[in-house]
């Protein structure tokens, strides 16, 4: 009989930074359990293995855990050599480091607040998007990943797992909102690299399907509409379904 | 090992705290860097160029690449120049650090900010609140990290969470000032507050 994993995640369905560490495990190829999380409810192993954010993912390696997306791929990586996900160059590893945070800091928020948004609001945050992503196409197109195939140059690397998971919600958002976010003739080659990564087989059996992914956003934008009726709300947290779904839905912000 | 490169430049400037911690990760490691001085309110079109994306310093420009966000930074310094180690060797202890350092950006920057910037019931609540998150970094890192011995959180040596706090600590105290109330107490965070002391006194931070 096998023994247990030593690896077990604490995870959503959902949530973009579970996928990330899902993926990593993957394409590592490290067997692991994963125990779904409800996120408004958080169970006792939860709250205490993550007191402070009491968020997923959390990876608990022979029980002991570790927390926060990026540091987990970073945990991984570290601790399990084949199939390296960080480069070794430290400049290179900087540079991924760098767009990781971005991804967080910049992108991520941008695109819940087309999510959360209506009217004024939403066109402005699409435009935000959009900036975004234009610098993204430009670090591609002709700088630091120009001529790669992935972020992490051949293979999928850390930059990949971190952006990819999580541009999937760019198609959601562009049918459930009706805006367009990555339009192939302005970000042509941002646009083939998400089309070749969510070709993966990996990302495959990692990524849920559109149309649950579709009618999960269909729920909580009808949600966050009937919340806001002028009044600030705040809409329960799906952690990292975009890194920034948890918003106060404020009416006359639109 | 990584090839070390030759020329090393820091755009930076003495009211940031985030560019203070580069400093001394640099000078921690001995390492030679030329230091280019910043007007926060009227930024060069150099920075501009080398940081598009956050128009901020701190920048380490390194045989002409430019690498931006401190954190960032400091890790990648970490990488290159191997002594004294800021990071420690363990993976698992590696990420909890990591975990620390990022609860600074996000748990402490912020109400920091916010004393700064505010008045009144506002900025008694970001006093509050950074207060109050200090002590549970004080706890958790007691917890997580640290072995009784030595001054800092690293142990005998300062390490990359000593570097960040210590950098910082200039700033909190002018916080305390301007805000009138005591933020740092040895009583409350006496771990923290070693560190930073400690931190002050080290010849490479008080030679210029």
């Given amino acids: 009989m096998d023994p247990p994993s030593s690896l077990k995640l604490l995870g959503s369905w959902a949530d973009s930074h579970t996928h990330r560490v ?20 958080p169970s006792p192993a939860l709250l205490l293995h993550n007191p402070i954010y ?18 987990i791929l970073q945990y991984i990586d570290e601790t399990w050599a084949d199939n390296p996900i960080m480069p070794s160059d430290p400049f290179e590893r900087a540079v991924a480091r760098f767009w990781c945070h971005f991804a967080e800091d910049k992108l ?31 670090e591609l197109r002709d700088g630091a990943f120009k001529g790669q195939r992935f972020f992490g140059g051949e293979k999928i690397g850390l930059l990949d797992i971190v952006l990819g998971c999580g ?58 509409l009937r919340l806001s009726n002028g009044t600030s709300t705040t809409v329960p947290a799906t952690a990292g379904t975009t890194g920034a779904i948890n918003v106060a839905v404020d009416g006359s912000s639109g | 090992m990584a090839d070390q490169p030759k020329e090393v430049k820091l755009y930076g400037n003495e009211f940031s705290g985030y560019a203070t911690m580069v400093h001394s990760a640099l000078k921690l490691k001995g390492v030679a860097y030329e230091y280019v001085k910043e007007d926060l309110q009227n930024k060069s079109e150099e920075l501009l160029r080398l940081n598009p994306v956050y128009k901020k310093v701190p920048v380490l420009v390194v045989d002409g690449e430019p690498i931006a966000e401190s954190l960032v930074i400091l ?54 609140e950074f ?58 965070t006496p771990l923290l507050c070693s560190c930073m002391e400690a931190f002050a006194e080290l010849d490479v931070v008080k030679r210029p």
């Fill in chain 1, 22 to 41: 899902q993926l990593a495990l993957k394409l590592k190829g490290l067997e692991f359990e994963y125990q779904e999380e409800d996120v408004i409810n």
């Fill in chain 1, 54 to 71: 009491k968020k997923v993912p959390v990876l608990l390696h022979s029980d002991r855990p570790v927390v926060e997306s990026v540091v």
């Fill in chain 1, 108 to 138: 991520a928020p941008a695109v819940g607040a087309v999510f959360s948004s209506s009217g004024e609001g939403q066109k402005a945050a699409v435009d935000q998007v959009h900036d975004n992503l234009k610098l993204l196409e430009r």
């Fill in chain 1, 167 to 224: 541009s999937y919600w760019l198609a959601v958002f562009e049918e459930v909102m009706e805006v367009k976010l990555v339009d192939p003739g302005t970000f042509p080659v941002f646009h083939a690299w998400l089309k070749d990564f969510e070709e993966q087989n990996e990302v495959k059996e990692t990524i849920p399907a559109i149309d649950k992914l579709l009618e999960y956003a269909r729920g909580i934008r009808q949600m966050m």
């Fill in chain 2, 75 to 128: 890790q990648y310094i970490d990488d290159v120049w191997k002594n004294p180690p800021l990071l420690p060797e363990d993976p698992y202890k590696r990420a909890k650090v990591q975990f620390w350092a990022d609860y600074v950006y996000h748990k402490l920057a912020p109400p920091a900010s916010g004393i700064r910037r505010s008045e009144g019931d506002a900025r008694k609540k970001a006093e509050e």
């Fill in chain 2, 131 to 188: 207060v109050a998150n200090l002590i549970t970094m004080e706890d958790g890192i007691r917890e997580e990290l640290w072995s009784a011995g030595g001054s800092f959180i690293n142990g005998e040596k300062p390490g990359l969470l000593d570097v960040i706090m210590g950098s910082c600590y200039k700033g909190l105290k002018y916080l305390e000032d301007v805000a009138g109330v005591k933020l740092v107490e040895k009583d409350r």
